[in-house]
Each structure stands twice: as structure tokens, then as C-alpha cells.
T-cell receptor, first 109, second 114 residues
Framework: GQNIDQPTEMTATEGAIVQINCTYQ??????LFWYQQHAGEAPTFLSY??LDGLEEKGRFSSFLSRSKGYSYLLLKELQMKDSASYLC??????????WGAGTKLIIKP | NAGVTQTPKFRVLKTGQSMTLLCAQD?????MYWYRQDPGMGLRLIHY???????AKGEVPDGYNVSRLKKQNFLLGLESAAPSQTSVYFC?????????????FGPGTRLTVL
């Protein structure tokens, strides 16, 4: 079957670093997306990974291990505005996205 | 450049009523999607379109119909609403399909079926 798993909720402190993990199992996988969704708003694109390794974009980085079916999103120098849900999505054999339920990140001062 | 817009933003229906949700995009994207988002679950694909005049079923198509008569518009219809269709509905568009093609989302429609 196809499945995406990520933690339901995480808490971190302003200025700190947090890592949000995602494990996936899809048929025909060719890449993984990360999206950010603030409460009551639409998801917005953060990053995608196709090859193994780390992709860095400013304070946000995303890592992929295809052999382990594992990805993580790393957020550095956390700001209060980073409080949001982070959605992991993997492609399937039909090039559609299979979405995780999202990780709600709570940032405390 | 408005991106992806959706109307209406909120709607309350009674069981058995019908309605149409409208999605419009101004990015000249080929692909358009309708998702629903429910608490504790990932986004689930209802229907999608790979171009003007085409539609295809996604993961949860039952109870919904769609049309893409114009490239920029994608309509989602509920013929006879049921309480199980209470959800937040998101429309999205992309230039291509799969990886390398990020999806751009509309602001969502919050639908309650009583």
C-alpha cells in the first residue's frame, strides 16, 4: 500500500533548530515535496527532493534517503512565524502526490 | 497576477442540496486538481485535469463531478450533498505533473453539510 507518516505535533523554541521527519511508501516514487500550511490558509511550496542528499534554501533544508524511504525538513533559527503545519508529499506511479497528515509545529518564545 | 482563486470561501448546505465550487487560475497551467482536507488526514485528491476538456478520477471521486471547459477554470460539483462531504476543499494547479512541478493552491472553500 501507499503511506506517508510524519509526527502529529512538535514543539520548539524560538531561535532553535527543529527536524521534522517523514517516512514514505509509494509505488513508482520519483520525488518528495515539503509544503507549509498556516492555520486557515492554503499550503505553500517549500522544497522538493529527487536525489539522495540535502537541499538547502535559506533557513530551511530538506533531506532525502531513497533507500530508506525517509526524508526530513530542517528549520534553523526558528521564528514565531514558522508556527504552522508542515506537509510531506511523495509522488506515486501516476505522478500524483500522496500526502501526509502534516506536522503541526508550535514555536514557543 | 492573482494565482489560484476559489469561490465561495464558505458555504453551508443542507443534506441533499447541490452546489458548484469554482476554481480559476491565471498562470496558464495545464494541470488542475481538487483536493479535500479533513482533520488528521492528508490532502486527498478528488479529481484532476491534465488539460482543457479532460478530467480524471482521483482517490476519492464518489459524490463529486468536475468539468474543465476552459483552461483557466476547474469546477467541482456536488449533486446531492451529504454530511460526509463536510470538509475544506482546495483547488491547485501546476504546469506539469509529478516532481519538478510544484502545485499552487487556492485559499480553500470551507463547506459544512448539515
Amino acid at each position: 500500500g501507499q503511506n506517508i507518516d510524519q509526527p502529529t505535533e512538535m514543539t520548539a523554541t524560538e531561535g532553535a533548530i527543529v527536524q521534522i521527519n517523514c517516512t514514505y511508501q509509494t509505488s513508482g516514487f520519483n520525488g518528495l515535496f515539503w509544503y507549509q500550511q498556516h492555520a486557515g490558509e492554503a499550503p505553500t511550496f517549500l522544497s522538493y527532493n529527487v536525489l539522495d542528499g540535502l537541499e538547502e534554501k535559506g533557513r530551511f533544508s530538506s533531506f532525502l534517503s531513497r533507500s530508506k524511504g525517509y526524508s526530513y525538513l530542517l528549520l534553523k533559527e526558528l521564528q514565531m512565524k514558522d508556527s504552522a503545519s508542515y506537509l510531506c508529499a511523495a509522488t506515486d506511479s501516476n505522478y500524483q502526490l500522496i500526502w501526509g497528515a502534516g506536522t503541526k509545529l508550535i514555536i514557543k518564545p | 497576477n492573482a494565482g489560484v482563486t476559489q469561490t465561495p470561501k464558505f458555504r453551508v448546505l443542507k443534506t441533499g442540496q447541490s452546489m458548484t465550487l469554482l476554481c480559476a487560475q491565471d498562470m496558464n497551467h495545464e494541470y488542475m486538481y481538487w483536493y479535500r482536507q479533513d482533520p488528521g488526514m492528508g490532502l486527498r485528491l478528488i479529481h484532476y485535469s491534465v488539460g482543457e476538456g479532460t478530467t480524471a478520477k482521483g482517490e476519492v471521486p464518489d459524490g463529486y463531478n468536475v468539468s474543465r471547459l476552459k483552461k483557466q477554470n476547474f469546477l467541482l460539483g456536488l449533486e446531492s450533498a451529504a454530511p460526509s462531504q463536510t470538509s475544506v476543499y482546495f483547488c491547485a494547479s501546476s504546469q506539469g505533473q509529478g516532481i519538478y512541478n510544484e502545485q499552487f493552491f487556492g485559499p480553500g472553500t470551507r463547506l459544512t453539510v448539515l
